[in-house]
């Protein structure tokens, strides 16, 4: 692994499968720091296999086929429909992105995105791949599934800072949001 790029205002989120929560714990922390600091979510899609074809096999929902090369980054701007980053923008992020990106192209994408967004940002991301390349503040790991863990998931699993179930409350409220003696705004765990 190359050597990975600090990110410490953003906590990522990632999962052992599809469907366990990640925009629901999102969620959770944005209105919790939606008040006091500016948020800003990206949700990305990292796409493997044959170039514009399906990944999951079959027809699918026409994400993976709608790029054939590099990268594509759309900013959400619709709060009335149900896909989760039109969810993230209605619990109160000031800005949502969606990265769809191949793979060898993660890291030019998310360089996009940063150079998009306010310097003082905290960002909220729901990812595994990411974290191949760099080092967020706070990495949560999802591990809710009882089937085959998602082998983007299992190559970082091992360097989550935090793994949990069936996120509580109480267990969110490990993860805070502080300033540094540059005051810069990084997520941080703490004991509960």
């Known amino acids: 692994m190359n050597k990975l790029i600090a990110v410490p205002q953003m906590i990522q989120i990632g999962s052992t499968g599809r469907n366990s929560g990640k925009t629901v714990v ?7 720091f939606k008040q006091q600091h500016t948020l800003v979510a990206l949700k990305i899609i990292t796409i493997t296999g044959a170039r514009g074809k399906c990944q999951r096999g079959g027809v699918g929902c026409g994400i993976c086929t709608s790029i054939d090369s590099g990268y594509e980054l759309t900013e959400e ?48 991301c729901e990812s595994n791949s990411l974290r191949s390349y760099i080092r967020p503040g706070i990495f949560l790991m999802l591990n809710n599934q009882k089937k085959q863990v998602k082998p983007t998931a299992a190559s970082v699993y091992n ?34």
């Open 26 to 32: 999102a969620k959770n922390l944005i209105h919790r």
């Open 77 to 124: 701007k619709n709060r009335r429909g149900k896909k989760d980053t039109m969810e993230l923008l209605k619990a109160g992020c000031q800005q949502v992105f969606l990265l769809k990106a191949f793979r060898e192209h993660l890291l030019d994408g998310f360089e996009a995105f940063l150079a998009q967004i306010p310097a003082d940002a905290c960002i909220i």
């Open 159 to 192: 360097l989550a800072d935090l793994v949990m179930t069936a996120p509580t409350d109480q267990e969110l409220m490990q993860i805070s949001i502080q300033a540094t003696a540059t005051q810069q705004e990084v997520w941080a765990t703490q004991a509960v």
